[in-house]
């Protein structure tokens, strides 16, 4: 991938930025493998993760930072490109995360066709794209659907969620254990509330509430896409343009901990636990024992498809205002050169 431009264009910092949840670039960054990468080049590593800068920290969801690349979930990155951010997926990784439809005992509430009729609590978070809003109503759409039924048959409860101050860790937006939701169900303002992932299921079983329904259990993957998956990985287009040698550097590493996570089983799931404020056994809970199998990055069809499913459904939401073209979106030209690369080395 190197050019004549590629060798005119000094950079001397990258940035990257990624969600508290389970991915290849966290377990890469937490072995400080990009630092390790790039330290004879004299290139700087710096992670969103570390700054208190507010103009800093919004890249996380606008992804304006240059030299930059983010991976979580993909609501954000959607939500950017449809505001024409000049960013390219070079990546998917693809992690089935629990998606819980809950529901307190006492309700009787048991499957899906229980929620005719039903108050249900939809998150809503002062920033600026409600990825955890996006996240929940798309879980409660497809549970509804599952049952032949839809928004029309429920009524759907807007919860304001109170915002931490920007800081150190995740940024604005973080919050710990639905706190807001549980509040609703509890004091009878709703009968239903969703959780994903690892701190979802940790509140479900710490709560005693029943799983309704969990959308990770449906058979169609492109029904099961949410923001957590597939997560893709993109970067600021200027520097894939100038500096292709750098991406696919970087995006190596990414495909490494892939590699590193299939033949450590133990120390990914603890890792994945530190990321997602949770524990080893609420991780395996959540996305599976084989969650180290599963983080490899691709960019196949099935992903592409689910990517572009669900960024129609946040079009049809209301989540981005302007449609755009996900295949044109995706840039395979780096994965392939490191893909080439390891092959050569193989052989």
């Known amino acids: 991938m190197s050019s004549a431009s590629s060798q005119n264009t000094s950079v001397d910092t990258l940035w990257y930025t990624r969600c508290p949840v389970p991915t290849p670039l966290g377990l890469a960054a937490r072995q400080d493998w990009f630092k390790q990468e790039f330290q004879p080049d004299n290139i700087t590593i710096n992670t969103l993760q570390e700054t208190r800068d507010p103009e800093l920290l919004e890249s996380h969801y606008d992804h304006k930072l240059p030299h930059s690349f983010r991976q979580g979930g993909n609501v954000p990155a959607i939500w950017a490109r449809a505001n024409g951010a000049d960013t390219k997926v070079i990546g998917l990784n693809w992690v089935d995360e629990a998606q819980l439809i809950l529901a307190l005992p006492a309700s009787g509430i048991k499957e899906p066709k229980d929620l005719k009729g039903k108050k249900i609590a939809l998150p809503l978070n002062r920033i600026s794209i409600d990825h955890q809003r996006a996240s929940a109503l798309r879980g409660i759409v497809v549970t509804l659907e599952t049952a032949g039924l839809s928004t029309k048959d429920v009524e759907l409860i807007d919860f304001e969620v109170p915002q931490s101050a920007p800081g150190f860790g995740w940024g604005s937006g973080t919050r710990v254990a639905y706190a807001t939701e549980l509040e609703a169900l509890n004091s009878g303002k709703v009968d239903i509330i969703f959780t994903k992932g690892a701190r979802g299921y940790e509140t479900a079983e710490a709560n005693g509430l029943t799983i309704v329904y969990d959308v990770r ?68 809970k959540a996305y599976g024992n084989d969650i180290h199998l599963n983080q490899g990055t691709e960019l196949n069809p099935e992903f592409i498809a689910a990517l572009e499913g669900y960024k129609n459904f946040l079009l049809e939401w209301g989540f981005i205002k302007a449609d755009f073209d996900v295949k044109a979106w995706i840039d395979p030209a780096p994965l392939a050169e490191v893909l080439r690369s390891l092959s050569q080395k193989a052989a």
């Open 217 to 284: 259990n449906h058979p169609d993957p492109k029904v099961r896409a949410n923001n957590g998956a597939p997560r893709p990985i993109t970067v600021d287009g200027e520097l894939l343009r100038q500096r292709p040698d750098l991406v696919a550097r970087f995006l190596r590493r990414i495909v490494d901990a892939g590699d590193w996570a299939a033949a450590h089983e133990a120390e990914t799931v603890a890792y994945i636990a530190k990321e997602s404020g949770s524990t080893d056994d609420y991780v395996r």
